[in-house]
């Protein structure tokens, strides 16, 4: 449950790095016969994500003809939803540039808060607008290495220099003013930070709003379970969300340790909840769709592409094996086969997300014709 909506940016290298040699080919052809449970999934329920994403992919050449002919496609006949597919796309095998096949599935979602606007009694935890000092810089024109990696820095006199660390700027009073909501729980407000969006049920004004990723200080995510497993408060099958609140509440002298431990800092910005059926929007700049919306590496997988994941359930056995759509990305998303299922809003989304860390498989299907993607060869 590592995702947040955006690729948040890395801190400033000394030096740009220099890209890792891969294998000849990331993506691999394949057969639908190759798929497990493909011939099971109902694909009218991965269908409206689909169109969603055709509302991106239409303005690539590759995708115009499939994405218009969708449009006339019934989609509550699951035998032509199927035959689409078939006909349109061809399934490609994801492999790891170590040349595994299969990686960890995590699990993300859309959290609910409680809050007010004004502070005062249990609202005492900010969430924050982003800063105006903060500097955005994008080096992929020059460094192509370096593409979705947008640095964050901030002037020190004539230099741009990295900008605050969490621990930086909870001992200063840099964001004082900037604060955007206040909520009655700092653990819930760290992991609305990790899921990137949420909602907040406002008291005082008996409202509910989203608040949505806004930007990032340019530090990456660090675990902070892996910290307690390092420090060995607890054990890495403890480790999950759930585990780790539990721990928090029992350790209140340290709780800000527990924070600084991640370096990354998320800011939000508030949109308004039009339909609370839709979830927040993700990479793509379209809403998610629960269970049926993941976060990918976009280094070897394409946001917005059909995407057939083949793994077990939260903490169990139980084949989860369902064609889903690559709409959003992650901070440690960060591998091949490397996927975060996003599982919707609310308690029950936020158990399963919390216990989700799985072994699955990956297959991208892409438009029959179309060149496989030069970043995943």
């Known amino acids: 449950m590592i995702a947040c909506t955006t690729v948040p940016p890395v801190s400033m290298p000394s030096t740009p790095a220099v890209p890792v040699a891969q294998p ?10 190759a798929l497990p449970g493909w011939d099971k999934d109902d694909l009218r329920e991965a269908w409206p994500a689909f169109l969603a994403s055709c509302e991106v992919l239409v303005k690539k050449a590759d995708w115009k003809e499939p994405c218009a002919i969708a449009r006339d496609v019934n989609a509550a006949d699951e035998k032509a939803v199927r035959t689409f597919f078939e006909a349109f796309f061809v399934p490609y095998r994801v492999f790891n540039p170590d040349g595994s096949d299969s990686g960890l599935v995590t699990g993300y979602y859309e959290p609910l808060l409680h809050g007010a606007r004004k502070r005062g009694g249990a609202y005492q935890t900010p969430l924050y607008r982003a800063p105006e000092d903060m500097l955005t810089i994008d080096l992929a024109s020059v460094y192509p290495e370096l593409k979705n990696m947008r640095l964050r820095g901030r002037l020190a006199g004539n230099k741009v220099v990295p900008y605050l660390s969490r621990a930086e700027m909870t ?3 840099t964001l004082v003013g900037k604060e955007l909501l206040w909520v009655d729980d700092p653990i819930e407000a760290f992991f609305l930070q990790v899921q990137g969006s949420g909602r907040v049920q406002l008291t005082d004004t008996k409202e509910t709003v989203r608040v949505a990723y806004a930007d990032q200080n340019g530090y990456p995510y660090k675990s902070i379970g892996r910290y307690l497993v390092d420090k060995g408060e607890m054990t890495l099958d403890q480790a999950s969300a759930q585990g780790i609140k539990t721990w928090f509440a029992a350790h209140p002298s340290r709780q800000q340790e527990l924070l600084n431990a991640n370096p990354s800092y998320v800011f939000f910005k508030e949109e308004k909840l039009t339909d609370p059926k839709k979830g927040p929007k ?12 993941i976060a990918v590496d ?3 997988v394409p946001l917005g592409v059909p995407v057939f994941i083949a793994t077990t359930q939260p903490n169990s ?14 901070g440690a998303i960060r591998n091949a086969v490397r996927a975060d299922y996003f599982w919707g809003f609310g308690a029950e989304a936020g158990e399963k997300a919390g216990k989700m ?8 299907l892409l438009p029959k014709l179309a060149p496989v993607p030069d970043s995943t060869r």
């Open 24 to 33: 000849a080919e990331i993506l691999r052809s394949a057969t639908y016969a």
């Open 171 to 173: 001992q200063s009073n």
């Open 317 to 330: 056995d139980v084949s989860l094996q369902r064609l889903m759509l690559a709409q959003d990305t992650g």
């Open 298 to 300: 976009t280094q070897f």
């Open 282 to 293: 993700g990479a793509l700049g379209i809403p998610l769709t629960p269970q049926r919306s």
């Open 357 to 364: 860390k799985q072994r699955g498989t990956m297959w991208v």
